[in-house]
């Protein structure tokens, strides 16, 4: 590993930061390659490279990332946290989160896990909360059969209607 | 039984460059800075608080071969060796302004948080750090 790559990394990591901060906004593929100081092909290449994903999935693990706290910390509706989280359509934002998180938005509140999370300083919360990019259900409130072997998801289609 | 904690540690692509930012910017102080020839022990603490120290460690030989630390090095750039530090302020908009002015790479803005306030930024070298102001 030389020192370009290390700050290659670098910069594809301050990119990174960067859809972490703006995460209810859309992707500007654009400005994430300024930032990593790369032409936008190259830095789509470069990402999935280093982290292991596109930035448009690790968006979108970010923000059902976020979703999961919306819905165990707050009151706001299934619609409310989806758009706050910068889903357009309730629809895609069900199909994500069950995708991603292994059940819906619904079920996930009704489950009430992670109850404790105020206490966890947010960097941690955050980085171990998110689901993963695997399809399998980690993190907080996770049971531990899923970290010992973890499961793909069952996709369920529902005729195209929101699952919430 | 364990009575407290006395040294953390981060790993660091280079230490002066630690040095200028860990000092430089955040304001720690230096505790330990020997060499010992086979590696340089170099500790800072927060001012004031020189019991509990973090050590700023290159990765390299003769601790770990040249391919570990590669990947060390490889890792750390990724953010992903899981250093991670946690420091209390009494202001956390007034550190954020401070940093900020400094140059300082700010991965979050100074947030509510169910603890309290803070904001997270990361040192050159890809380190995750938070400022706390708790409640």
Same mark, same amino acid.
């Given at each position: 590993?030389?020192?370009?790559?290390?700050?290659?990394?670098?910069?594809?990591?301050?990119?990174?930061?960067?859809?972490?901060?703006?995460?209810?906004?859309?992707?500007?593929?654009?400005?994430?390659?300024?930032?990593?100081?790369?032409?936008?092909?190259?830095?789509?290449?470069?990402?999935?490279?280093?982290?292991?994903?596109?930035?448009?999935?690790?968006?979108?693990?970010?923000?059902?990332?976020?979703?999961?706290?919306?819905?165990?910390?707050?009151?706001?509706?299934?619609?409310?946290?989806?758009?706050?989280?910068?889903?357009?359509?309730? #629809?895609?934002?069900?199909?994500?989160?069950?995708?991603?998180? #292994?059940?819906?938005?619904?079920?996930?509140?009704?489950?009430?896990?992670?109850?404790?999370? #105020?206490?966890?300083?947010?960097?941690?919360?955050?980085?171990? #909360?998110?689901?993963?990019?695997?399809?399998?259900?980690?993190?907080?409130?996770?049971?531990?059969?899923?970290w010992v072997r973890p499961a793909r998801p069952v996709l369920k289609t529902t005729g195209g209607k929101p699952t919430c | 039984m364990l009575s407290s904690l006395r040294i953390s540690q981060i790993y660091v692509l280079d230490q002066q460059q630690a040095l200028d930012f860990y000092v430089g910017k955040l304001g720690l102080e230096v505790n330990t800075d020997n060499d010992l020839g086979f590696m340089r022990f170099l500790t800072v603490n927060v001012p004031g608080d020189p019991e509990r120290q973090i050590l700023l460690e290159r990765p390299g030989p003769p601790m770990m071969d040249d391919a570990t630390a590669e990947q060390v090095r490889d890792l750390l750039s990724k953010g992903r060796t899981g250093g991670h530090l946690f420091f209390l302020t009494p202001d956390a908009h007034e550190s954020y302004r401070e940093l900020s002015a400094k140059g300082v790479e700010i991965t979050q803005e100074p947030t509510e948080q169910p603890y309290g306030i803070d904001f997270g930024m990361r040192d050159p070298f890809g380190n995750h750090i938070r400022v706390a102001q708790l409640r």
């Open positions: 590993m030389s020192s370009s790559s290390e700050a290659s990394n670098r910069r594809l990591l301050r990119s990174r930061d960067q859809i972490d901060r703006a995460y209810p906004y859309e992707l500007s593929i654009p400005a994430l390659a300024r930032t990593a100081a790369m032409s936008e092909p190259h830095f789509i290449r470069s990402f999935h490279t280093c982290f292991g994903e596109s930035p448009h999935r690790y968006l979108q693990r970010r923000r059902i990332e976020r979703a999961m706290f919306l819905l165990r910390r707050s009151q706001l509706s299934v619609t409310e946290i989806c758009l706050e989280v910068g889903f357009s359509s309730l #629809g895609s934002f069900c199909r994500t989160f069950r995708q991603v998180a #292994g059940k819906t938005p619904r079920a996930y509140r009704k489950d009430g896990a992670g109850t404790t999370q #105020g206490q966890v300083p947010t960097c941690f919360a955050m980085a171990w #909360g998110r689901p993963s990019s695997f399809g399998e259900e980690r993190g907080i409130g996770a049971s531990l059969s899923s | -």
